[in-house]
Structures are given as C-alpha cells and as structure tokens.
C-alpha cells in the first residue's frame, strides 16, 4: 500500500490519498495517476517480491528537471512535491471454522488473541450463536446444502482458510465435495481447506470423492490431517498445531527448519 502524507504545490494526489496493488496485479485506490502512480506501483511490486523489507518512504518532485537530496524527479509538467509512505500490509487471516465444537472453540481462543476473524457454521443451533461464538463475524446454522447453496466461487474468497471440524464426518465429507465443486481450479489459490481427521479416513474420502468427480489434482491441495505434526491430542493441542500451521503459511516458513533467532 502507498499512501500520500504530505504534498506541496500542484500535486495529483492529496495527503492521505492511497493505492494498492496485490501480489496477483489487482490494484484498489488511485494517488492521482499518471507518472507519479506508475512509479510508485512499480516500487510497490518490488516490496511484494521481498516482504521482509519492510517499507520505505519516498519524495518525489513532479519536475523533470528537479534536484535534492532524497528526491525523485519525474518526467511531469506539475511541479508540485509529493512525499510518500510505502509498505507491505499482510491482510489478517478470516478463518471458516465448520463445525462450533471443543477443537473449534480452542482455536477461536488463540484467534481472538492474534485479531484474527473467524466465522461458524454448524447444523446445530446450540453450537452456532451469538452468545456461544460473540466475535465471530458471521454465523450459519442451517444445513450443509443450504449453505453451499449461497455460495459461489467468488463469495468463498473472503475466507483465508476453511477449516472441516465437524462432529460428523459424512456432513464434513458433504461439505468438503461441495466446496471443491464450487471452487473448482481456483482451489490453489483460496481459500486454503484443512480437515480434521486421520490419514486412513482421508484416504476412504478421497475415493468417494473420486466417484463424485471430484480431480485427483483438486484433492490434493486440501489439507488432511491439519496441524503441525507436535503430537497433539487435546482439543487445546491441536489449536496450537493448525495455527502454527497457518502463520507458518502466512509467513512463508518450513517448521522443520531451525529458527535462526534461537542459534
């Protein structure tokens, strides 16, 4: 994201003007266009490729002929000086968690202390309500059809991660097949879909999938079993072990390698 904080003379852009781009090449907001955003944009593009830097703050003078410690000169009949804050913002997870139970309500604990949002839907009432689940910032208790039936491939882009922690495993499985016939290729983008459950009951789902007509290829992008291998057992376990796993997505990161902050 790039923002103006402070302009002087004839500037297209005013303080607190922004523009953002993704790492996908979609941009929101304008700081004025022409050279100035270009140039900025460009430099934006740069800072995805290496999230680690940080951000930089730059000036610019829309004046070819302009000079100054510190000052980037544009090929522009404005005249005016811009000054201009750049930064990679990692946007916060929103996580659906697909049943409301014990191994749900352990993970929302550590969502709430990371400000990450979540959302519930479970077919039960009692485990999908405001006075069980008060942060969530949606809530859905209606049958699995009924849910997928409100939902297409884009609408599902909301959500950073769809976790399957039912108490059922044949809803789970409804669930599951429904979801990768909406979201078809684009499941290896987002949402990324994590189900809870071993490795012998994910091998006998993905040949019922298989029958369904579900690709081998789509299958393989969902994760199952979720978690870090740490040996949990406990509800409260296996919430570290799945949110250790999504920070170690976010951030880009093997967990089996060292931590070079601990050598």
Known sequence: MATVISATGSVPGKPGARI?????????????????????????????????????????????????????????????????????????????????????????????????????????????????????????????????????????????????????????EDRLIGLLNILGDSIKLRPKIGVIGSKSKWLSFQKVAIKQGIEQNHLDFVICPIGLNIGAQSPEEIAIAVCGEIIADIKKQDPSEPNWRLK
């Open 20 to 172: 953002a781009t993704t790492d996908k090449g979609e941009t929101f907001g304008t700081i004025g266009g022409a050279g100035l955003e270009f140039k900025v944009l460009k430099k934006l593009s740069k800072l995805l490729e290496d999230e680690d830097s940080g951000g930089i703050v730059e000036t610019f003078a829309l004046n070819k002929g302009a000079k100054g410690y510190e000052i980037v000169a544009l090929d522009s009949l404005c005249g005016g000086k811009v000054t201009i804050s750049m930064e990679v913002v990692s946007p916060m997870p929103n996580i659906l968690l697909f049943g409301g139970g014990h191994v749900a309500k352990a993970i929302i604990s550590i969502i709430e202390q990371l400000g990450w949002n979540y959302a519930i839907h479970d077919t039960r009432e009692e485990y999908s309500n405001k006075t069980a689940f008060p942060s969530a910032i949606e809530l859905h208790c209606n049958t699995v059809s009924e849910f997928l039936e409100n939902e297409t491939k884009s609408k599902l882009q909301r959500f950073s991660n769809i976790l399957l922690l039912g108490h059922d495993w044949k809803e789970d």
